[in-house]
Nanobody, 125 residues
Framework: VQLQASGGGLVQAGGSLRLSCAAS????????VGWFRQAPGKEREFVAA????????YYTNSVKGRFYIARDSGKNTVYLQMNSLKPEDTAVYHC???????????????????WGQGTQVTVSS
């Protein structure tokens, strides 16, 4: 499977961006799709995940109420709507697919089998 992340860019603090993660070669059915981010000099961090089977969602605390993850089954695409962006949200954002992880461990990067190339999000103050 190939994942194509897009939608990153430069935005002022308080602004919004919508990231997209499109899959080819495989559908997301019965999988979970997550977004992770990595800022320079920092470890990769879980952001959000959505279950393809029942639409359950899970967010890291720092983005709750600001970011929203959603899927479009017809387009085999997952979106990450990011609102009220802060400079600390600046990072390269990657989408990933987990074919086997239970929901309790969905925030663990090692549970994901396929990764996209990443899209840069820069939030200026």
């Amino acid at each position: 499977v190939q994942l194509q992340a897009s939608g990153g860019g430069l935005v002022q603090a308080g602004g919004s961006l919508r990231l997209s993660c499109a899959a080819s070669g495989r559908t997301f059915r019965r999988n979970s799709v997550g977004w992770f981010r990595q800022a320079p000099g920092k470890e990769r961090e879980f952001v959000a995940a959505v279950s393809w089977s029942d639409d359950s969602t899970y967010y890291t605390n720092s983005v709750k109420g600001r970011f929203y993850i959603a899927r479009d089954s017809g387009k085999n695409t997952v979106y990450l709507q990011m609102n009220s962006l802060k400079p600390e949200d600046t990072a390269v954002y990657h989408c990933a697919v987990s074919t086997h992880a239970g929901w309790a461990i969905i925030s663990q990067a090692q549970q994901y089998d396929f990764w996209g190339q990443g899209t840069q999000v820069t939030v200026s103050s």
